[in-house]
């Protein structure tokens, strides 16, 4: 008999937490659709006002003003440019903390579009899509307001400097203590992806995006007549051979089921002509891994290459070797979870299965602090238009992505504040 009424109860709560989740879900998508045109301005002032990493003050101002209008509590002065804002749900007293990120800085890139937003500052444009990050996340702190009877606890909602320099803004908040006071559980982060449609996103668990280092290398010889290349120590061919030998680095040395990546995008000389070996020549490059330890070792290897050749054909070098943003690993529980959310929101055709990249995100800070989620939402057009790649000058995105991406943030934000709510 006890079996029979513990079977029937709980089967009442789930048909009770369904019937919630429902009712949550319309309730957000009415009000992202309600907002749509508001956020949609949000973005278009944003991309016309695109400001570099930690100089984002006007971009700062902003958000701020937003912030106020909706009437949420918020920190300014977070790398001097960032903005914490917290949303806060008032059904019951709760003590879980979940948080959304999005970053607000542009690129040095001079826009070729020609739209009623196109960018005013020369030379600067939001052609990484921060700007459509940022005013997603104020739709859903919008939403999540509008909502907070509905829902208990803290989102953590961070506006982060500084993504695309090195050493990354998310790397500098952290460091001034962003996931503490209150500490977050979770993190989510949602980037544009212009090989989506509008209405579409893509999850990935587990590693997700490459560690990303830079090579700069002086190569030093001993200059003279191209004519008489025994009175010289030729740097070039120095370089030729230190850019052949590091290849092994990724063929050799790497195991050939965990993706790596070296390139040298960079050769120039100091001095040198037709007839004239030059005394210098410097290497610039990127080394892309997906394995931290292997990093590691990678990095002592390069070195002890470089300098191996450089001793055995007469020269010398200087290496600097700039460690830059960590493998992003998107916790296997959260991201599993968070896609069926985001099939449950946008139906499950709607939801792909995201390929490894070799491309990097700082946002991969937070994967190594907290749980954390890393997804994409689709931004072309239905008709094949704005499919320009991002760090592009043509790159922009369809006015639809807004109202899906901020809807869809509102929802994984509240669910997982559910679940944690559920499981105290």
């Not at 930690?54 to 300014?76: H, M, P, S």
């Not at 050939?256 to 000389?269: F, N, R």
């Not at 792909?352 to 997804?375: G, H, N, V």
């Amino acid at each position: 008999m006890y079996l029979c009424t513990s079977l029937f109860n709980k089967k009442i709560l789930t048909g009770l937490k369904i019937r919630k989740n429902k009712q949550m879900k319309h309730q957000i998508k009415e009000l992202a659709k309600s907002f749509h045109q508001e956020i949609n301005s949000c973005r278009q002032w944003l991309h016309q006002h695109p400001e570099l990493s930690f100089k984002e003050y006007n971009t700062a101002d902003y958000i701020a003003a937003q912030l106020d209008k909706i009437g949420v509590k918020y920190e300014r002065n977070w790398v001097k440019t960032g903005i914490v804002a917290y949303v806060q749900g008032n059904k019951s007293k709760s003590d879980k903390t979940i948080s959304l990120r999005a970053d607000i800085d542009a690129l040095p890139i001079k826009e070729e579009n020609q739209t009623s937003y196109t960018s005013q500052n020369e030379g600067i444009m939001h052609a990484c899509g921060h700007d459509v990050h940022s005013s997603c996340m104020l739709g859903a702190i919008k939403i999540l307001h509008e909502l907070k009877n509905e829902w208990s606890g803290t989102i953590k909602c961070i506006f982060q400097p500084g993504e695309e320099k090195h050493p990354g803004g998310a790397s500098l908040m952290i460091k001034e203590g962003v996931l503490e006071n209150p500490k977050p559980e979770s993190i989510f982060g949602q980037h544009v992806f212009p090989d989506l449609v509008a209405g579409k996103v893509g999850f990935r668990e587990g590693i997700y995006m490459a560690a990303a280092d830079e090579l700069h290398i002086t190569i030093q010889g001993k200059g003279g007549h191209g004519a008489m290349p025994h009175k010289c120590v030729d740097p070039i061919l120095i370089s030729s051979h230190i850019v052949v030998a590091i290849q092994q680095l990724v063929s050799r040395w790497n195991d050939p089921t965990t993706p790596a990546v070296l390139t040298i995008g960079k050769i120039e000389s100091n001095g040198g002509a037709t007839n004239i070996i030059p005394s210098e020549v410097f290497l610039k490059g990127t080394f892309r891994s997906m394995n931290e330890p292997f990093r590691e070792q990678a990095h002592q290897k390069i070195k002890k290459l470089i300098h191996s050749i450089c001793e055995a054909m007469g020269g010398s070098a200087i290496i600097d070797l700039k460690k830059g943003y960590p493998v992003l690993e998107n916790n296997v529980n959260l991201t599993t979870q968070a896609k069926q959310w985001a099939k449950d929101y946008l139906g499950k055709e709607q939801v792909i299965q995201l390929p490894i990249r070799m491309t990097a995100e700082d946002f991969a800070y937070y994967s190594q602090e907290i749980p954390a989620c890393f997804y994409r939402l689709g931004t072309a057009s239905p008709d094949g238009t704005n499919t320009s790649a991002v760090h592009t000058p043509t790159f922009d995105v369809d006015a639809q992505s807004i109202e899906v991406g901020m809807g869809l943030m509102a929802y994984l934000a509240w669910s997982e504040l559910q679940e944690k709510n559920n499981s105290k």
